[in-house]
């Protein structure tokens, strides 16, 4: 066997469709496209750290063509993440939305009043002697300059990084969009804090949710794990650019999966650390030992994120709903992936990640 490069796993990297080593998933990046397509939008794409929200999301930017534009952009393209006010996120998109259509719509030329009105409104920079416009009236003319000349198509606005932010920002973020839902379609990215606990009642009843959901990987508590490990044997195989798995390397992949609960980054960055670890040992594909030490290498960065009383918190809220764990608590835990959900017999219930497990038992 060939020597495998395991850096080629780029746990960090998101991936698209035209690089080849995207992954398909029953609810995904397609299925949150057509939602989009039939009028389901705005939506909230959620999930723990490391699930695939952005590659899912820039899968669905990719199939969101014909009468759709999808422009994607991240919050920290809107403006700076310390200054997130109203103001400042809408004149981000329309001055997004103008730019990206310049740039990727030969056929597209902006009036010069919408460019000096443009100018002039900048909350932070105003110039040149264009009307100072309201941030939502000027998202409105742009949007509308755009679909106008582009043959009436819709516009889709794929926004990321609201997890990057805290999650009074996030409000602020998702309730100004929320404003321009009647112009164009709006997808936002955020993590479990904005869609979590009764002081986000204002947001999840304005837009639906849309949970990118982690595949169990173990059989067992009535979980079928055989999907969910062919799908992160598959993401391995494409990253690792070979034509099928070799059969040295197959009881690795499973281990691994077990170890990191499903969730694709997880995965790989389990698998990148102790595929290095094999090749210091001069070893083709990770053992048994390779493992454990990756293993111990990121249970140990997850041990440091606990706080008094999680672990009793955790072994608590195993094979249950975890509607039990206080909000504050819970947001924090699947943020983070502590507690992973996964859907059985159409419902959600939550475990506590594997690498955490020995620390469990020792609570």
């Given at each position: 066997m060939?020597?495998?490069d395991w850096r080629a796993l780029t746990p960090d990297h998101p991936v698209?469709?035209?690089?080849?080593?995207?992954?398909?998933?029953?609810?995904?990046?397609?299925?949150?496209?057509a939602l989009v397509r039939n009028g389901l939008a705005p939506l909230l794409v959620c999930g723990p750290d490391g699930c695939g929200k952005t590659t899912e999301v820039l899968r669905a930017a990719e199939v969101l063509t014909g009468d759709l534009r999808a422009v994607r952009v991240e919050l920290r393209d809107l403006c700076p993440l310390?200054?997130?006010?109203?103001?400042?996120?809408?004149?981000?998109?329309?001055?997004?939305?103008l730019d990206h259509t310049v740039d990727h719509q030969e056929q597209f030329q902006p009036s010069e009043a919408l460019v000096a009105d443009l100018r002039a409104s900048d909350p932070v920079f105003p110039r040149g002697h264009g009307l100072r416009r309201l941030p939502l009236d000027l998202v409105q003319a742009v949007a509308e300059e755009i679909t106008r000349q582009l043959e009436g198509t819709r516009l889709v606005l794929l926004v990321d990084g609201?997890?990057?932010?805290?999650?009074?920002?996030?409000?602020?973020?998702?309730?100004a969009l929320y404003r321009v839902r009647d112009l164009l379609d709006v997808v936002l990215v955020t993590s479990p804090a904005l869609v979590n606990g009764p002081q986000n009642h204002a947001?999840?009843?304005?837009?639906?949710?849309?949970?990118v959901p982690v595949l169990p990987v173990a059989d067992a508590d009535g979980l079928d794990g055989e999907p969910g490990r062919r799908f992160l044997a598959e993401i391995a195989r494409k990253r690792l650019g070979i034509d099928e798995v070799p059969a040295e390397l197959e009881e690795a992949l499973g281990r691994v999966a077990l170890m990191s609960g499903g969730v694709p980054r997880t995965f790989l960055r389990l698998l990148h650390d102790?595929?290095?670890?094999a090749f210091l040992a001069e070893r083709e594909v990770p053992d048994e030992e390779d493992i454990a030490e990756a293993v111990r290498d990121h249970a140990?960065?997850?041990?440091?994120?606990l706080q008094a009383g999680d672990l009793d918190a955790l072994a608590a809220a195993a094979a249950t709903s975890g509607l039990d764990v206080p909000a504050d608590r819970r947001v924090r835990f699947l943020s983070h992936a502590l507690?992973?959900?996964?859907v059985r017999g159409g419902e959600v219930v939550v475990f506590p990640h594997p690498l955490i497990q020995r620390l469990l038992g020792a609570s």
């Open positions: 060939a020597q495998l698209t469709t035209g690089e080849g080593t995207y992954v398909s998933r029953r609810v995904g990046g397609d299925r949150l496209a310390e200054e997130v006010t109203e103001r400042r996120v809408l004149f981000g998109v329309a001055e997004r939305l609201l997890d990057e932010v805290p999650v009074e920002q996030g409000r602020t973020v998702a309730l947001v999840v009843t304005r837009y639906r949710v849309f949970s102790a595929g290095l670890y140990d960065s997850l041990r440091r994120v507690l992973v959900e996964y």
